[in-house]
């Protein structure tokens, strides 16, 4: 059944709100089983991101009204969106599921609401990500001061092993 004219103002409403988040990455899905398409929207909402299956047009004029401009040409098939507000989590999670599922083709992304190619899609899920920058900042803080309480403790236990052993000499 067709959708009314109502219908299509409010998907495009809810796609305008998707495109404004920080990572989007589009992919062509033409192929892949509904179960599987599933699976990856799970795999995004673990990491709080969405998928979304769009019509190319309702797409079109989504981002035109956001003010993206997005290539009709590269937008073919049976497209859908991952979102996230992180800007590399859509194309990790994506990226990854595609190692597993050859039906699922990346065609590009947004990245501070200018498109990217597929190519930079890939070479941005390559890229680390936010908790693991994090993670590596807090252990390169953390590094020196370990290394400090190691040095202090070292001289505590070689005065206790002196007074222990002076203590031994005497008994």
Same mark, same amino acid.
């Given at each position: 059944?067709?959708?009314?004219?109502? =219908?299509?103002?409010?998907?495009?409403?809810?796609?305008?709100?998707?495109?404004?988040?920080?990572?989007?990455?589009?992919?062509?899905?033409?192929?892949?089983?509904?179960?599987?398409?599933?699976?990856?929207? !799970?795999?995004?909402?673990?990491?709080?991101?969405?998928?979304?299956?769009? !019509?190319?047009?309702?797409?079109?004029?989504?981002?035109?009204?956001?003010?993206?401009?997005?290539?009709?040409?590269?937008?073919?098939?049976?497209?859908?969106?991952?979102?996230?507000?992180?800007?590399?989590?859509?194309?990790?999670?994506?990226?990854?599921?595609?190692?597993?599922?050859?039906?699922? =083709?990346?065609?590009?992304?947004?990245?501070?609401?200018?498109?990217?190619? =597929? =190519?930079?899609?890939?070479?941005?899920?390559?890229?680390?990500?936010?908790?693991?920058?994090?993670?590596?900042?807090?252990?390169?803080?953390?590094?020196?001061?370990?290394?400090?309480?190691?040095?202090?403790?070292?001289?505590?236990?070689?005065?206790?092993?002196?007074? !222990?052993?002076?203590?031994?000499? !005497?008994?």
């Amino acid at each position: 059944m067709a959708k009314t004219r109502q =219908q299509k103002t409010q998907a495009i409403g809810d796609l305008e709100t998707k495109l404004q988040a920080k990572g989007v990455v589009f992919f062509n899905h033409t192929g892949l089983k509904v179960l599987d398409l599933e699976i990856l929207r !799970k795999a995004m909402r673990t990491d709080n991101g969405r998928v979304v299956v769009a !019509k190319r047009n309702l797409l079109l004029k989504a981002a035109a009204n956001v003010g993206v401009t997005l290539p009709a040409d590269q937008l073919t098939g049976a497209i859908a969106m991952a979102t996230a507000d992180d800007d590399i989590l859509p194309a990790k999670v994506v990226a990854n599921f595609k190692k597993t599922h050859e039906a699922v =083709q990346l065609v590009g992304g947004l990245l501070e609401q200018q498109f990217i190619n =597929q =190519q930079q899609v890939a070479a941005m899920a390559k890229l680390p990500g936010k908790s693991e920058l994090i993670a590596a900042v807090v252990g390169t803080i953390k590094a020196p001061l370990s290394g400090l309480a190691n040095v202090l403790a070292a001289n505590l236990r070689g005065l206790v092993t002196t007074l !222990k052993a002076i203590q031994e000499q !005497k008994v």
